[in-house]
């Protein structure tokens, strides 16, 4: 079966970086864009951006561009993000999901808590 | 970008009941390109329509879609007790990818 297992939360400091690893089974890795996602407490979704694991090419949402960077390892069917210069309102669950078509999302991992602390 | 809109905020009703969600687009959602999601406390969400009308696998014909342009609808048609949680719609046929702010279904 699709699965999307996250690695565990996080608590940094104020100007710190953050990477969130998102390993995938039960399907071909390369076949599949993976998404980013994140939801503040309480709030709603927002996109963060996308990896095409084949070729490594990204997309991301302006708001974050300067900020993250995403990565894989096919070898190992895991997709990473990476946000730097952390600020206390990225506090939030990190998603990573399976990307289908335009896209939507149908599997996704269980999150991953980042906080943002001094 | 696109902005979403979903009405009401909350929503307090009793299983058995019959609901429609809204969600209105600031400007036209291009090729019919959207989707809604459930979302439970502490998990990630499930994707339950997409493409305005058409289920996600396994999804009971409960829950239905409709609309077009820029207003949506997601129907479900006699609440279940595991329909209780938050509702969201995405669109995905302009860059970026958008949300609505959510619709929460309470148990009265």
């Known amino acids: 079966q699709v699965q999307l297992v996250q690695s565990g939360a996080e608590v940094k400091k104020p100007g710190a970086s953050v990477k969130v690893s998102c390993k995938a089974s039960g399907y071909t890795f390369t076949g599949y864009y993976i998404h980013w996602l994140r939801q503040a407490p309480g709030q709603g979704l927002e996109w963060v951006g996308w990896?095409?694991?084949?070729?490594?090419?990204?997309n991301y949402a302006r708001k974050f561009q300067a900020r993250v960077t995403l990565t894989r390892d096919t070898s190992i069917t895991t997709s990473y993000m990476e946000l730097s210069s952390l600020r206390f309102d990225d506090t939030a669950v990190y998603y990573c999901?399976?990307?289908?078509?335009?896209?939507?999302?149908?599997?996704w991992g269980q999150g991953a808590l980042v906080t943002v602390s001094s | 970008e696109i902005v979403l809109t979903q009405s009401p905020g909350t929503l307090s009703l009793s299983p058995g009941e019959r609901v429609t969600l809204s969600c209105r687009a600031s400007q036209s959602v291009s090729s019919s390109y959207l989707a809604w999601y459930q979302q439970k406390p502490g998990q990630a969400p499930r994707l339950l329509i997409y493409?305005?009308?058409t289920r996600a696998t396994g999804i009971p014909d409960r829950f239905s879609g409709s609309g077009s342009g820029t207003d949506f609808t997601l129907t479900i048609s006699r609440l279940e007790p595991e329909d209780f949680a938050v509702y969201y719609c995405q669109q995905y046929g302009s860059s970026p990818i958008t949300f609505g702010q959510g619709t929460r279904l309470d148990i009265k």
């Open positions: 990896i095409v694991p084949h070729s490594g090419v990204t």
């Open positions: 493409d305005v009308f």
């Open positions: 999901a399976r990307g289908v078509g335009a896209p939507i999302f149908d599997y």
